[in-house]
T-cell receptor, first 114, second 112 residues
Framework: GDSVTQMEGPVTLSEEAFLTINCTYT??????LFWYVQYPGEGLQLLLK?????DKGSNKGFEATYRKETTSFHLEKGSVQVSDSAVYFC?????????????FGKGTKLSVKP | DVKVTQSSRYLVKRTGEKVFLECVQD?????MFWYRQDPGLGLRLIYF???????EKGDIPEGYSVSREKKERFSLILESASTNQTSMYLC???????????FGAGSRLTVL
């Protein structure tokens, strides 16, 4: 079945460091790919998405490119801030019908130190 | 502007009690979901609903049931709570076929 694998954390970086969180997927067909972020004590928020191969999603300085050839959707940010400390989830949506379910990776906790 | 509201942020229950977790969305979404979040396991789908009175089992439905009597409300029910159901429960909603979900803030349940 469909699945998402993302790098295990926790990841600890200094402010202004470069961030990469790896995500790969297994899916039939042509899924949509997502990154969600969960700040402490809150629910998940959509960070960015890409709906087809070679699409780049971007938001708040974060980027991810949908690579069909490597089945990957790695999250990157050039210069992290303390406020980026959160848990990041990669997710896959592969149901074009009515259901709209998402399959999530296990999450990667990011801590950014001043 | 809260869009998905989970009625209880923190609950403490005893083994064997019946537990209701309520979720309401104000975006007129067709789809609603209940996920469970545990450290190291990520989010796992318990149940989802794509229409009023319709429900589908997710990956871990055992020990849970759901109710959707109105479009905006989706309830998760633990008929007889057990300690292994101690977890964070997340409700989400979405438009049919769109794959983009809006989440509530979560309900952290502790079963003693």
């Amino acid at each position: 079945g469909d699945s998402v694998t993302q790098m295990e954390g926790p990841v600890t970086l200094s402010e202004e460091a470069f961030l990469t969180i790896n995500c790969t997927y297994t899916a039939t067909g042509y899924p949509s790919l997502f990154w969600y972020v969960q700040y402490p004590g809150e629910g998940l928020q959509l960070l960015l998405k890409a709906t087809k191969a070679d699409d780049k999603g971007s938001n708040k300085g974060f980027e991810a490119t949908y690579r069909k050839e490597t089945t990957s959707f790695h999250l990157e940010k050039g210069s992290v801030q303390v406020s980026d400390s959160a848990v990041y989830f990669c997710a896959l949506g592969n149901y074009g019908g009515s259901q709209g379910n998402l399959i999530f990776g296990k999450g990667t906790k990011l801590s950014v130190k001043p | 502007d809260v869009k998905v509201t989970q009625s209880s942020r923190y609950l403490v229950k005893r083994t064997g009690e019946k537990v209701f977790l309520e979720c309401v969305q104000d975006m007129d979404h067709e789809n609603m979901f209940w996920y469970r979040q545990d450290p190291g396991l990520g989010l796992r789908l318990i149940y989802f609903s794509y229409d009023v009175k319709m429900k589908e089992k997710g990956d871990i439905p055992e020990g849970y049931s759901v109710s959707r009597e109105k479009k905006e409300r989706f309830s998760l029910i633990l008929e007889s709570a057990s300690t292994n159901q101690t977890s964070m429960y997340l409700c989400a909603s979405g438009t049919a076929g769109a794959n983009v979900l809006t989440f509530g803030a979560g309900s952290r349940l502790t079963v003693l």
